[in-house]
Every structure is written in C-alpha cells, then in structure tokens.
C-alpha cells in the first residue's frame, strides 16, 4: 500500500511502500508538483529502482525550472538505498 497526499504545511507526505505497482500514483501526483517542494518520507516503509526513477524525473524537470525537491524525515534503510545508489548527491536528504 502507498499513499502520496500534501500535508496541511504544504509538504508531501509519502506513506507506505513506492514499488513499481505504485509508480503511476506517484508519478502523477508528482507530475502536478510546481516548484520547490518537500517530501516527507516518515511514514514511507520502502522504496524501490522504479521509485527511485520517478523521483529522479520529477527532480530533473523542477530543477530545469529552478526548482527541487528536498526530502525530510527519511528513516535508516531508505537513506542507505540514496547513499547506495548515489542519490545523496541529487536530492537534499534529511534523516529523522
């Protein structure tokens, strides 16, 4: 199960786990988002290379803007995968 929904301060809130059965939910919602924005993975279990893939598109076209996203809350598994796949460098990760 996997939600993506924007929290009363404007922040994204991921719940669940992002796998490739839930990219298309994602991909949407994010392909909604304008401008800088954070993402708040506290409640997010896992992710996966296809979450990962749209996560880094969603960064590529709001950097192309001037914009981004920054990442908060993420627990010690999900910021191993960033640091493991190099991602650490693309998006600015707060730990929780």
Avoid at 46 to 58: D, M, P, Q, V
Wanted: glycine letters at 12%; proline letters at 1%.
């Amino acid at each position: 199960m996997f939600n993506i929904e924007f929290g009363n301060n404007g922040e994204i809130l991921c719940s669940g786990r992002l796998d490739a059965a839930q990219c298309v939910k994602a991909e949407e919602f994010l392909g909604s988002v304008e401008g800088p924005g954070t993402l708040d993975f506290a409640q997010l279990e896992y992710i996966s290379s296809a979450g990962l893939g749209i996560l880094l598109k969603t960064q590529k076209r709001l950097v192309a803007s001037g914009a981004g996203l920054k990442i908060i809350n993420v627990n010690n598994h999900i910021h191993d995968v960033f640091r493991y796949s190099g991602f650490h460098s693309i998006f600015e990760i707060e730990k929780q």
